[in-house]
């Protein structure tokens, strides 16, 4: 009772929740479409490209507003990803690779422009590395507002662009054969998904942030074969997932945010493989005891 006292009265504690839960349920409606199709490495490459977006825009501006920082990460991000594409439409070099490619070298300039800022003379740069693995206890109510704000404005977008991003997601082909633009759809969806991950470096930071985007699908694809109601609990699941971590996290002096974050959203993963009805362990193993015991049935009859 005192926990849920404190969710809603302690101002630190119900921010942070507030800016988690609304983190999680944006990355985990958009994040279905990338473990539909088989993209989840996309969001760990744009959570890394992310990084020297970051620190180009403190070193542009000399500021640490969030807002400037969120529009160079997604600059960043969105930068790397259309290598990605043109990488994988322009050579012979598989997806997966492409995103490898992209990942290390982005990371790797940002973890050198990081440590060429840290060495600067001024204090202002202080901080920076917190991106690194998030801090959602520094979120302030106009880092909710601006999640909450722009997140809604991806999932309109998302409601909006519906029908095409089903047809990309499961027959692209046939869209391309209806005359659609196919790659402009795919570019379109990708940009959505560099917004949903960008809102959530502050919180989870960059190591960890493509779990928020795959875990919380992971685990709503085990309960439904339906895209809609996929969507919807993935976004709830990614909402449990941040409003949970954070509850329990601040149950203890020194348990980060961020990580436990994801080790939420790990745990409804490990559960929905185990539990849920249509595929999950635990039911696969009912089936064949009863098919087996059907056989034995079938056997024993003269």
């Known amino acids: 009772m005192e926990l849920l006292h404190a969710l809603f009265f302690d101002y630190t504690l119900r921010t942070v929740a507030l800016g988690a839960g609304a983190l999680g349920a944006v990355a985990g409606a958009l994040g279905s479409f990338a473990v539909l199709r088989r993209q989840s490495l996309l969001g760990d490459a744009i959570s890394h490209a992310a990084l020297p977006g970051i620190v180009l825009a403190f070193m542009l501006t000399g500021s640490r507003a969030t807002p400037v920082l969120v529009l160079g990460a997604a600059l960043a991000g969105w930068v790397g990803t259309l290598f990605v594409l043109a990488i994988v439409r322009r050579s012979r070099i598989p997806e997966d690779a492409a995103l490898g490619i992209v990942l290390s070298v982005f990371f790797g300039l940002g973890l050198v422009l990081l440590t060429f800022v840290q060495r600067s003379p001024t204090a202002a740069q202080a901080g920076l590395e917190t991106f690194l693995f998030g801090q959602a206890a520094t979120l302030l109510e106009q880092d909710v507002l601006l999640i909450a704000g722009v997140g809604s404005i991806a999932l309109v977008a998302l409601a909006l662009g519906w029908k095409e991003f089903k047809l990309l997601s499961f027959d692209p082909d046939f869209g391309r054969s209806m005359g659609l633009p196919m790659t402009r759809i795919d570019v379109a969806l990708t940009t959505l998904l560099v917004v949903a991950i960008v809102l959530g470096l502050q919180t989870v930071g960059v190591v960890l942030m493509s779990a928020m985007v795959v875990a919380p699908a992971a685990a709503a694809r085990q309960w439904t074969d339906s895209l809609g109601l996929m969507v919807v609990l993935a976004g709830a699941l990614g909402a449990g997932a941040g409003v949970a971590g954070t509850l329990v996290s601040s149950m203890g002096r020194g348990i980060p945010t961020g990580p436990t974050i994801v080790l939420a959203a790990s745990i409804f993963v ?18 064949l005891r009863r098919v087996r015991q059907q056989v034995r049935e079938g056997e024993s009859e003269p």
């Open 270 to 287: 490990g559960v929905s493989l185990l539990v849920a009805p249509g595929r999950g362990l635990v039911a696969g193993r009912l089936r």
